[in-house]
């Protein structure tokens, strides 16, 4: 979903929110819901006689909370929700994180890796340590906050663990910070042989301090073979207005390109020459 920045007033005004928005698409009988980066960011205008730093900390008091909501939600919608992401503080250091909270009832976390240099030198974040793809009742998917879909590798890893969907939350402020994670995202598609959707927020907070304006276009990619689009777009929101994006995918075609392709980036690399592995798996 592309997600409007808006003032809220307290919480309960951003779980009334999010609630309309997996309503929505549970309506359409969709089985994943996607949000953005730092979708929770304009409650961060009550705290803006803070320092930036100290700011997104209050921010994060509302995270437990957040995914408590987000569950019950996955399970009363029969849905599964992947958060976006949200400020975390573990042992005294600032994570910028996210849940896929799944229908069934479960909960899986997920780490931005790669934070960017803004985050890291205003907020004082700190990029985490977990890569993993996780299983759900429609396939094997992975997720990458916004930076870390510009790191190659990472969805290469994921995809050598079975992953159909990339799902990629984000939040940019300019066009050209966009295009970034956008191409960045497309070349993951093709060269992952996988499905990738990506959500942003639009809009502007011009009361939250480092979060003045967004910039944004969701969209769905595929691979580039005969069996999909040719230019390897599925769905493409509208840029810079809030609307909901649903796509069907077909995992089955995912499968069948793995194994008969016209091309095989997979299968066809020269591990012979060169090998990539997890450190820490």
């Known amino acids: 979903m592309q997600w409007q920045m808006r003032t809220y007033n307290n919480l309960n005004d951003v779980l009334d ?16 819901a996607l949000f953005p980066e730092f979708f929770n960011a304009p409650l961060m205008a009550a705290n803006n006689h803070m320092s930036e730093p100290d700011a997104i900390r209050e921010l994060a008091k509302h995270t437990g909370e957040l995914v408590t909501k987000f569950s019950e939600l996955a399970i009363s919608y029969n849905i599964n929700i992947i958060t976006g992401s949200m400020p975390e503080i573990i042992d005294g250091l600032l994570y910028n994180v996210g849940y896929l909270c799944k229908r069934d009832g479960t909960k899986e976390r997920y780490e931005k890796l790669h934070v960017t240099p803004d985050e890291a030198k205003v907020w004082g974040m700190q990029g985490g340590t977990k890569l993993k793809a996780f299983d759900t009742d429609c396939g094997k998917i992975g997720i990458l906050i916004c930076y870390d879909v510009e790191f190659p590798e990472l969805g290469r890893l994921l995809a050598d663990q079975g992953m159909d969907i990339l799902f990629v939350p984000f939040l940019t402020d300019t066009q050209n910070g966009y295009s970034r994670v956008r191409n960045c995202a497309q070349a993951r598609a093709i060269e992952n042989e996988c499905y990738v959707a990506i959500a942003g927020s ?9 979060m003045d304006i967004q910039y944004a276009q969701s969209m769905v990619f595929t691979p580039c073979d005969f069996s999909f689009p040719a230019n390897g777009i599925k769905a493409e929101a509208t840029p810079n207005t809030e609307m909901i994006l649903i796509a069907d995918v077909d995992i089955d075609l995912i499968r069948q390109l793995n194994q008969f392709g016209s091309v095989k980036n997979l299968r066809d690399r020269r591990k012979d020459l060169f090998d990539l592995k997890l450190i820490n798996p």
Request: aromatic share 16%; proline share 4%; net charge negative.
């Open 202 to 210: 639009v809009g502007n907070l011009p009361n939250v301090h480092n």
């Open 17 to 32: 929110q999010v609630e309309f928005f997996v309503d929505a698409v549970s309506g359409y009988r969709c089985d994943f």
